[in-house]
């Protein structure tokens, strides 16, 4: 049996078949294999058992939330921590539908680094207020609103 | 104003119910009052900055009326902001006005 964290070891027409889903996740299977020059059973089969094993966690959508006129303010917010609680606080702020990445960093303090969405700076400011700022072990929280956003790609895993 | 009244206005809050101090939005101090007596010393000490911030968005009335619940004190509070103090006055005024607030309270109890 499979360990959790354990690394699923791949092969190259694996790879190549994540490489080419990455690209274009909206592709058939037969697209895949004309691409691949492999049967669409085989690509089907082969991503049916990266979906069963976790490489593949979801299938989803990347909306352009500006296009359909919502525009959230996005921050970086950085909750300095009691190092007792961190993995505490850590929990409850992945739990909160506004908090949409929960990251840890030991630089020179323990840090917990989220990234936060709402609809307005007032809806931002009174979830942090209420519902962050009160978690035992908070110490205190630098939060930067996001103004203007440059590049946001996702990472193109491919085989080293 | 009943002893009852004074005690529940001064009892020590929950974590949740107690007034954290801010700079601006989402800029925590990790200073937080608990009790009215407590909101009184922080008002002594925390940032200029912070009191502006909050007191001209009404988070302190808000606190006031919604939290303590005390009617008296909110109205005081909203007094204050006709003279429009800022810096250090801002601080004076709200710990003149609070501070009165608690006594008054207090000799009640």
Redesign the interface.
């Known amino acids: 049996m499979k360990r959790k964290n354990e690394a699923v070891s791949l092969d190259s027409l694996d790879w190549k078949i994540l490489k080419a889903l990455q690209e274009n996740s909206k592709q058939t299977y037969s697209e895949v294999g004309r691409q691949l020059g492999v049967a669409h059973s085989t690509v089907y089969d082969r991503i049916r058992k990266m979906e069963e094993n976790g490489v593949i966690k979801k299938w989803t959508v990347d909306i352009d939330h500006e296009k359909i006129g919502i525009n959230y303010v996005t ?1 970086r ?1 950085t909750v ?1 921590t009691d190092p007792k609680e961190t993995e505490n606080v850590a929990k409850k702020l992945s739990e909160a539908k506004q908090v949409l990445e929960v990251s840890m960093s030991l630089s020179e303090e323990l840090l917990i680094i989220a990234k936060v969405i709402a609809r307005n ?2 809806e ?2 009174s979830f ?3 519902k ?3 978690l ?1 072990g ?6 930067s ?1 996001v103004t203007k956003k440059i590049k946001e790609e996702r990472i193109l895993v491919e085989k080293k | 104003m009943t002893p009852t009244s004074s005690t529940r206005i001064l009892r020590t809050l929950p974590r949740e119910n107690a007034f954290y101090f801010f700079t601006s939005a989402g800029n925590y101090t990790g200073q937080r009052a608990m009790s009215l007596e407590e909101f009184v010393t922080k008002i002594r000490e925390i940032s200029t900055e912070s009191l502006e911030f909050h007191f001209y968005r009404g988070d302190f009335e808000k606190w006031a009326a919604e939290v303590l619940e005390d009617s008296e004190l909110t109205r005081r509070i909203k007094a204050v902001k006709l003279l429009e103090p800022v810096g250090n006055n801002l601080r004076d005024q709200l710990d003149f006005t609070v501070s009165k607030r608690l006594e008054e309270l207090k000799s009640a109890e």
């Open positions: 921050a917010m300095y700076q007032e931002l400011h942090i207020a209420k962050v700022a009160p035992q908070v110490l205190r929280i630098r939060t609103i």
